[in-house]
């Protein structure tokens, strides 16, 4: 599994990738690949030297690209799926909804990955109902912040 996972990850450089300055979002959306995690016997140094494969490949493709470009990886809890994309903004001001922090080995991504043993699954256990008063507001501070893999691709 884990190699098959690592051999769809290689094959990101191959992707048609587009960049938009104008409209970040839609970019990223458009180069977004997502890659499915079986959580059984799932061995992350070969997904790992594969992320870390893709990065150099494509900073080799974009050295000369005008702006900042940027690959990066981050493991979706929700769907349980691996996800690669481009965007054309420096790795702080990649194109997230939530808190996120940039890491520059793929370890912690895939950390999280290996650690959930039911991917795309969330255990009626683990819902609780959340009051009204427990729904954070747009000026507040959320905790949680998830790491994503990013590699600045432009000098």
């Given at each position: 599994?884990?190699?098959?996972?690592?051999?769809s990850?290689?094959?990101?450089?191959?992707?048609?990738?587009?960049?938009?300055?104008?409209?970040?979002?839609?970019?990223?959306?458009?180069?977004?690949?997502?890659?499915?995690?079986?959580?059984?016997?799932?061995?992350?140094?070969?997904?790992?030297?594969?992320?870390?494969?893709?990065?150099?490949?494509?900073?080799?493709?974009?050295?000369d690209?005008?702006?900042?470009?940027?690959?990066?990886?981050w493991?979706?809890?929700?769907?349980?799926?691996?996800?690669c994309?481009?965007?054309?903004v420096?790795?702080?001001?990649?194109?997230?909804?939530?808190?996120?922090?940039?890491?520059d080995?793929?370890?912690?991504v895939?950390?999280?990955?290996?650690?959930?043993?039911h991917?795309?699954?969330?255990p009626?256990a683990?819902l609780?109902?959340?009051?009204?008063?427990?729904?954070?507001?747009?000026?507040?501070?959320?905790?949680?912040?998830?790491?994503?893999?990013?590699?600045?691709?432009?000098?």
């Amino acid at each position: 599994m884990s190699d098959g996972l690592a051999q769809s990850v290689l094959s990101f450089v191959d992707e048609e990738l587009i960049l938009n300055r104008g409209n970040v979002n839609a970019a990223a959306r458009s180069n977004l690949v997502a890659f499915a995690v079986d959580a059984a016997g799932f061995d992350v140094r070969p997904v790992e030297r594969a992320l870390v494969a893709v990065g150099e490949r494509l900073g080799a493709w974009f050295v000369d690209a005008v702006g900042p470009v940027t690959f990066y990886a981050w493991y979706d809890e929700q769907p349980g799926q691996l996800r690669c994309s481009v965007a054309s903004v420096e790795p702080d001001d990649l194109p997230f909804g939530g808190r996120f922090r940039c890491v520059d080995d793929p370890a912690p991504v895939l950390a999280l990955m290996a650690a959930d043993v039911h991917p795309g699954v969330v255990p009626w256990a683990d819902l609780r109902e959340v009051s009204a008063e427990e729904v954070a507001g747009p000026d507040e501070q959320v905790e949680y912040s998830f790491p994503v893999f990013a590699v600045k691709l432009t000098r």
